[in-house]
C-alpha cells in the first residue's frame, strides 16, 4: 500500500532557531499534501493544505510566516518552524493524496517538536 | 460547529470482548466519507476502517466493524475480540468535499483492554 516517510520522528531544537519537517510520499504521487498539528491528549487539527507547485492554504489562526510549507514536488513537502518557541512544541503529523490510496490518504508517522 | 462528535473520552474493555466506540457527524452534503483511525502512544495514525456515505452495507475489516446509521448521522466502531494490543486512542474522522475534501477528526477515544 502507500507509504509516507515523515522526517525527523523527534526533535528537540533551541529557542528562536528553526527545525524543517519531511513529508515523503514513497510509492506514490502526491498531488495534496496536508499538515497537522496535535497537541497533547488533543485530536488532530488542520494547519494547512499545500499543492504540488502552488502556494499553500493556511486555516485560519495559523501563522504562514512562522510555519513555511514548501511542496516543491509530486513526493516531497517540507514545513519548517521557524524561530521556534517553546509553545511550538507538538506532535506535528503530515498526510498525503495520492490516487494510489484507495481512499485517498496516508499519514506519516508523525514528529515530536520540543523547543527549550 | 463541530463536525465531528465523540463522547467517550476513555473506555475499558476485557481482553477478547467487543467494545463499540461512538461517533456522530454533521454534515449538509449527501456525499461524504467516513474513516477510524487509531493511533498508538508512538503516535502514527493507523487507518482501520471506511465507510462512504452511499453505501449500503456497513464496512467491515477483520476485526473492525463499522455501524453506520445515515439518518441518526452516526458512524460508530465496533471491535469485536479485543486484544491487549488494541489499547491506544482511537479517532473518528469525515471527509467532506464540501470544503475541500478535508478531514475533520473527533477529539478520540482512548481505549484500554483489560487482561
Known amino acids: 500500500g502507500a507509504v509516507v516517510s515523515q522526517h525527523p520522528s523527534r526533535v528537540i531544537c533551541k529557542s528562536g532557531t528553526s527545525v524543517k519537517i519531511e513529508c515523503r510520499s514513497l510509492d506514490f504521487q502526491a498531488t495534496t499534501m496536508f499538515w497537522y498539528r496535535q497537541f497533547p491528549k488533543q485530536s488532530l487539527m488542520l494547519m494547512a493544505t499545500?499543492?504540488?507547485?502552488?502556494?499553500?492554504?493556511?486555516e485560519q489562526g495559523v501563522e504562514k510566516d512562522k510555519f513555511l510549507i514548501n511542496h516543491a514536488s509530486l513526493t516531497l513537502s517540507t514545513l519548517t518552524v521557524t524561530s521556534a518557541h517553546p509553545e511550538d512544541s507538538s506532535f506535528y503529523i503530515c498526510?498525503?493524496?495520492?490516487?494510489?490510496?484507495?481512499?485517498?490518504?496516508?499519514f506519516g508517522s508523525g514528529t515530536r517538536l520540543t523547543v527549550v | 460547529a463541530q463536525k465531528i462528535t465523540q463522547t467517550q473520552p476513555g473506555m475499558f474493555v476485557q481482553e477478547k470482548e467487543a467494545v463499540t466506540l461512538d461517533c456522530t457527524y454533521d454534515t449538509s452534503d449527501q456525499s461524504y466519507g467516513l474513516f477510524w483511525y487509531k493511533q498508538p502512544s508512538s503516535g502514527e495514525m493507523i487507518f482501520l476502517i471506511y465507510q462512504g456515505s452511499y453505501d449500503e452495507q456497513n464496512a467491515t475489516e477483520g476485526r473492525y466493524s463499522l455501524n453506520f446509521q445515515k439518518a441518526r448521522k452516526s458512524a460508530n466502531l465496533v471491535i469485536s475480540a479485543s486484544q491487549l494490543g488494541d489499547s491506544a486512542m482511537y479517532f473518528c474522522?469525515?471527509?467532506?468535499?464540501?470544503?475541500?475534501?478535508?478531514?475533520?477528526f473527533g477529539t478520540g477515544t482512548s481505549l484500554t483492554v483489560i487482561p
Open positions: 474522522a469525515m471527509r467532506d468535499p464540501l470544503v475541500g475534501n478535508q478531514f475533520y
Open positions: 498526510s498525503a493524496k495520492g490516487v494510489q490510496d484507495p481512499y485517498g490518504y496516508t
Open positions: 499545500s499543492n504540488e507547485g502552488s502556494k499553500a492554504t493556511y
